[in-house]
């Protein structure tokens, strides 16, 4: 049988024997998979592709610790803990579910989502006029009060209330997954 023949699981056996071919093999039936999952996220091609070389330098460094059943099922838990480690470096995220030591490739899985969401509410909310923008990043990340703001802004609370009406009404209609919604609108009303 050649190596193209192999099965996932024949190729892992291999590789946890040091065949090194069979390594081979394997990188290049998942690479571009991996690679494409954290482009998706990532947006940055580099990044993307040091995702890929860490996660299959690490598969190669653990071959002989790692039970792996399902390879696209691993690989894709991998490439999301891979993708999360990289963004929170960026990015503080909006959640105290953790402390920021403890990090499992299912709480990375969550963070992403979490992160999605916010990506998808920040372009829905750059389309809003600039005012509108401010009253509302005002309200909802630095969480001050209407009051707060139409002394900060210098306009009426009346002028705060309306525009958090038209953003909320302006999120709500744009924001496709309705449970995200209610989560974000229920943590974030007055």
């Known amino acids: 049988m050649s190596q193209a023949d192999l099965s996932d699981s024949n190729l892992w056996n291999a590789i946890r024997n040091n065949d090194q071919l069979a390594f081979n093999r394997l990188f290049d039936k998942y690479w571009v998979q991996v690679y494409k999952t954290g482009l998706k ?5 580099t990044a993307s592709q040091e995702v890929v070389h860490d996660i299959f330098l690490s598969l190669w460094h653990r071959r002989h610790d790692l039970e792996i059943n399902s390879f696209p099922a691993y690989l894709l838990t991998a490439t999301r803990y891979q993708i999360y480690t990289r963004k929170k470096q960026n990015r503080v995220f909006y959640s105290d579910e953790l402390p920021a030591n403890i990090v499992t490739p299912d709480h990375a899985d969550n963070h992403i989502r979490q992160s999605e969401l916010y990506d998808q509410l920040q372009r829905i909310i750059v389309q809003l006029p ?3 923008q401010e009253i509302f990043r005002l309200s909802r990340f ?19 209330e309306n525009q958090l009406t038209t ?13 995200l919604v209610m989560v974000f609108l229920a943590i974030t009303e007055l």
């Open 130 to 132: 600039e005012r509108c």
């Open 167 to 179: 953003a909320l009404r302006h999120v709500r209609f744009h924001l496709k997954d309705m449970a």
């Open 41 to 45: 996220y990532l947006k940055d091609k």
């Open 142 to 160: 630095e969480y001050l009060s209407n009051d707060e703001i139409a002394r900060r802004l210098g306009i009426s609370k009346r002028t705060v």
